[in-house]
T-cell receptor, first 110, second 110 residues
Framework: DAGVTQSPTHLIKTRGQQVTLRCSPK?????VSWYQQALGQGPQFIFQ???????QRGNFPDRFSGHQFPNYSSELNVNALLLGDSALYLC?????????FGPGTRLTVT | GQQVMQIPQYQHVQEGEDFTTYCNSS?????IQWYKQRPGGHPVFLIQ?????EVKKQKRLTFQFGEAKKNSSLHITATQTTDVGTYFC??????????FGKGTRLSVIA
């Protein structure tokens, strides 16, 4: 039984560019959440998707958007990248309130 | 908004010593969860506490939830090098997203 998978593992982008990160939840999980983890900080909630809709959103600008597909996989899109967007982006699927995190995508913005 | 504070930020211990990290919330929580993140890894769920005054043990780890459901602690007895990592508490109010603390980074000196 595969856990949560994310791609790519690492990514380097330039300021102003756009990026798409991908996530496949753990088998049987239908809810996907995205978190941003800056170096030395705890994960910060970006948004959550359930039944292909954004259900909850954290304090992130509209440059951050997402999508969930019928097979429950999800994408995180970030437009007009800023240096401050450099972080580890974690996807988590959930069951019973417990989060199962993927390995993350390390995004570096130069 | 809801905030979760953790202390200490860092803890260095000799192998065999005990370790405790504390978590405090600005609001009364519905539940609290603890996660461990190894260096270079992703957060992994350890436990969830729901009831006021609840105490749970996992081998050398003891978790407590305060009577007022606003604080929690994780105590590790006789630390080992395998305990190295960052320990995060994460609190939830109702159906709101989990809010993570900044974590306590534990180093164990052999």
């Amino acid at each position: 039984d595969a856990g949560v998978t994310q791609s790519p593992t690492h990514l380097i982008k330039t300021r102003g560019q756009q990026v798409t990160l991908r996530c496949s939840p753990k088998s049987g999980h239908d809810t996907v959440s995205w978190y941003q983890q800056a170096l030395g900080q705890g994960p910060q909630f970006i948004f959550q998707y359930y039944e292909e809709e954004e259900r909850q959103r954290g304090n992130f600008p509209d440059r951050f958007s997402g999508h969930q597909f019928p097979n429950y996989s999800s994408e995180l899109n970030v437009n007009a990248l800023l240096l401050g967007d450099s972080a580890l982006y974690l996807c988590a699927s959930s069951l019973g309130g417990r989060l199962y995190f993927g390995p993350g995508t390390r995004l570096t913005v130069t | 908004g809801q905030q979760v504070m953790q202390i200490p930020q860092y803890q260095h211990v000799q192998e065999g010593e005990d370790f405790t990290t504390y978590c405090n919330s600005s609001t009364t929580l519905s539940n609290i969860q603890w996660y461990k993140q190894r260096p270079g890894g992703h957060p992994v769920f350890l436990i969830q506490l729901v009831k006021s005054g609840e105490v749970k043990k996992q081998k050398r780890l003891t978790f407590q939830f305060g009577e007022a459901k606003k604080n929690s602690s994780l105590h590790i007895t006789a630390t080992q090098t395998t305990d190295v990592g960052t320990y995060f508490c994460a609190g939830r109010v109702g159906n709101t997203p989990l809010v993570f603390g900044k974590g306590t980074r534990l180093s164990v000196i052999a």
